[in-house]
C-alpha cells in the first residue's frame, strides 16, 4: 500500500464519522424525516477497507446500517443528507429515506430495512455479470444479525453452486439490535459457516484497516474470477441500535472498553507514528471534512419538501399505471 | 419460431404459455427462466418443456428448492441488465418468499425514487382441482392485489394466456402471473390479436340481464352456468377480468349498469377477498342503476381439502352460479 492510499482509507473513515455525527444532530433537532437512524459510527474501516477495494462498475446492497458503505463508494454528502431529511432532491426523491438509500450510478442496488432483504439481490446482479460475461463483482453488506436468517443460506448455497462474481461481507458489530451475538448464534465462527457451503471466507479485524483491505482484496479477486467470497469484519457498535437507544441491555464498562476499538484513532496514530501524516496536518484534515459534512447538513435543512403530487408517482413505471388517488376518486 | 402458423390452430393453455416463452426469448436475449425444475424437468406442469434443450443451461437455469433466494435472485438480475422470469412452482409457495415479493420486487422502484425498477415475471399457478391439498390448492391473488406496486394477470384463456405473458415480458415492473392449474389441459382456438394491454376486460358473453364479473378457472363455470340460463331464457353477460391490477373498473360499471344485476364468481376465499374489492368498486361506480344488491360468490372460508367431493365443494361451481343468478333476478 502506499502512503497515498493510506491517508485515502483515514480520510474517508474520517468523512463517514463526521456525516455519522451531523446525520445524529439532524435527528435530534426532528429533522430527519425517519424515526429510525441507525449509525456506523465504530465500523468505518469495514466500510471503507472493502469498499476501497471494490471496482467502478461493482455493485452492492446494504443494510439499514449502511452509510458509512454508500460513502465509501462515493456518494454524495449532500443528496445522502437530503435523503435522509427526506428531501426532493436526495437520492430516493425523500421516499426511501436512511434504510433504503440506493443510487444506480454507484452500483448501490439499495439499503434494506428487512434483515438479510437485499442479499439475494447480489446474487441476481453476479448472475447478470455472468450471464451478460461483465468483469464485475457484487457485494452484500450485512450485520451480524442477518448471520441467522435463513435467506442468507439460500445466497451462499447459490453463489458457490452457480460460480457466481459475489461477495458477501458481515459487519459484525457484535449486536442485533439489543441482543449480542453470542445470544442468537449457535457459533461465533461465522467464516466456518461460510466455508462449510464453499465459500473463499476469512476473518479480519475491523480495528485494523489495514487487515480488512489485505483480506478484501484477497477476496474481491476471487470472487471475481467465480469463486464466491465472504468476509467477516468484528468491530464494535459504538452507540445503541437507534440514536436515541441508551443501551441499557450493555454495561458501560463495556461500551468503554470497546470504544477502545476505534478504527480511526488506530488508524491515525499509525500514520503519524510512520510520519505520513504531522499531527496538524491531520487537524487541518479533520476541519476540512467537517466543513463539507456541515455543508452537507445546512443542504439539507434548507432543501424544498417534495410536492404532496410525487406521492402517486414511481409506484410504477410511467408508461404503464399510475395510482388513482382517493381523492380522485372520490371527485372531493 | 414463427408464430403464425399456429394461428388458428386449437392449443392447450400449457402450449400457449409454452409459445409465449419460447418466442420472447427468441426475441429477447435477456430473458432468463428460474425455478425449481424449471430445466431438466420440463416444469412441473410442463410448461417450459423444451426450452432448456434450446436455449441451454445458461438460460433456462435449474435451482435449488429455495423460493426466497429464487425471486431475490430475480430481482438483482432484473436491476442488473436481465429480464427473469422466475417460476413458483405454486402459488402457495409464495409464504416462504413474501418478503422478497411484498418488500422488495413491489417497492424497490418506489422506495428509490424510481431510479429503477424490477422487470421480473413470476410465472406461478394455483387454484383447486387436483386433491393436492390445504398447501397446493389456494387462489391467493388478493395477497398480491393488495400489495402496491405488484401488476397481477389470471388469464382464463388459450389466447389471454399467450398474450398477457408476451405483455408481461414487456414490463418494467414486476408481474405475478397466476396460472390456474386446472386450466393447462384446457383446449382452445389459438386465435391473438395484435395486442392485448393490461387494464382491458374481456365481455366474454354479452347479455342483458345480469353481470357475471370473474376470471381464471371459474370463468369456464360462469360460461357453462351462462349456456343452462340461456335455456331458461336468462341472459347473462359474463366479464372476464383477466387482470386484477390494473382491473378494468369501467368495463364491469358499464356492465352492470346496463344490466342492473351483479353476481361476481372468484374461487379465493370469501372474506376480505377479491369479490369484496370488486362488489365495492361496482357499488361505488353503478349504485344509481343497481335493480338488488350484489351478491357475491366465492370460495369457502375454509383450508382446501383433498378428498374430491369436499374440495369440489370447496368453490363456486355451475349449480352454484346458476342458483345465484336465479335468486337475484327472482326467476
Known sequence: MTNKQRLYLLEQMLRIRSFEERVGELFLKGESAGTMLHLSIGEEAAAVGVGAMMQDGDSFTTHHRGHGVFLARGADPKRMMAEIAGKEIGYCRGKGGSMHIADMSLGHLGANAIVGGGISHIVGAALSYKTLKKDNVSVAFFGDGAMQQGILYESFNLAALWNLPAMFVCINNQYGMGTRVDQSSSTLDFAARAKSFGLQADTADGQDIEDVVNKAKKLLKQARAGRASFLTINCYRFYGHARKDKSPYRSEQEETAGRQQDPISFWEENLVKAKIISNKKLETLKKEIDLEMDAALSFAENAKKPELATMFEDVYSPKQAKPLSNKARLDL | ?331
Not at chain 2, 402458423?5 to 409454452?18: D, M, N, P, W
Not at chain 2, 391439498?133 to 402496491?148: D, I, N, R, V, Y
Not at chain 2, 358499464?254 to 353476481?263: D, F, M, Q, Y
Not at chain 2, 344488491?293 to 372460508?301: A, F, T, V
Open chain 2, 1 to 331: 419460431m414463427n408464430i403464425t402458423e399456429y394461428y388458428g390452430q386449437t392449443i392447450t393453455y400449457r402450449e400457449a404459455l409454452r409459445l409465449a416463452l419460447d418466442e420472447a426469448m427468441e426475441q429477447d436475449e435477456r430473458i432468463i427462466i428460474l425455478g425449481e425444475e424449471v430445466g431438466r424437468y420440463g416444469g412441473a406442469y410442463a410448461v417450459s418443456q423444451g426450452l432448456y434443450e434450446k436455449y441451454g443451461a445458461g438460460r433456462v437455469l435449474d435451482t435449488p428448492i429455495s423460493e426466497a433466494a429464487i425471486i431475490g435472485t430475480a430481482i438483482g438480475a432484473a436491476m442488473t441488465g436481465l429480464r427473469p422470469v422466475a417460476e413458483l412452482m405454486y402459488v402457495d409457495f409464495a409464504g416462504i418468499a413474501m418478503d422478497q415479493i411484498a418488500n422488495q420486487a413491489a417497492k424497490i422502484r418506489y422506495m428509490f425514487g424510481g431510479q429503477i425498477g424490477v422487470p421480473m415475471v413470476l410465472r406461478t399457478q394455483g387454484g383447486p382441482g387436483r386433491s393436492a391439498g390445504a398447501q397446493h390448492s389456494q387462489s391467493l391473488e388478493a395477497w398480491f392485489m393488495h400489495t402496491a406496486g405488484l401488476f397481477v394477470a389470471m388469464p382464463a384463456t388459450v389466447s389471454d394466456a399467450y398474450q398477457l405473458l408476451k405483455e408481461a415480458l414487456q414490463f418494467d415492473d414486476p408481474v405475478i402471473f397466476i396460472e390456474h392449474k386446472g386450466l393447462y389441459t384446457s383446449k382452445g382456438i389459438f386465435e391473438p390479436g395484435t395486442a392485448l394491454p393490461f387494464g382491458k376486460a374481456a365481455i366474454a358473453r354479452e347479455g342483458s340481464e345480469l353481470t357475471i364479473i370473474t376470471y381464471s378457472g371459474a370463468l369456464r363455470h360462469c360460461l357453462a352456468a351462462a349456456e343452462e340460463l340461456d335455456k331458461l331464457a336468462i341472459d347473462v353477460e359474463v366479464i372476464d377480468l383477466r387482470t386484477l391490477n390494473p382491473l378494468d373498473v369501467d368495463t364491469f360499471v358499464e356492465s352492470v349498469s346496463k344490466t342492473g344485476h351483479a353476481l361476481i364468481v372468484t374461487e379465493d376465499s370469501l372474506t376480505a377477498g377479491v369479490s369484496a374489492e370488486i362488489s365495492a368498486r361496482a357499488q361505488e361506480g353503478a349504485f344509481d342503476f343497481l335493480e338488488e344488491p350484489i351478491m357475491r360468490l366465492s370460495g369457502e372460508d375454509i383450508p382446501i381439502p383433498v378428498a374430491p367431493e369436499l374440495e369440489l365443494a370447496a368453490t363456486p361451481k355451475k349449480a352454484d352460479i346458476i342458483k345465484a343468478v336465479r335468486k337475484i333476478l327472482r326467476r
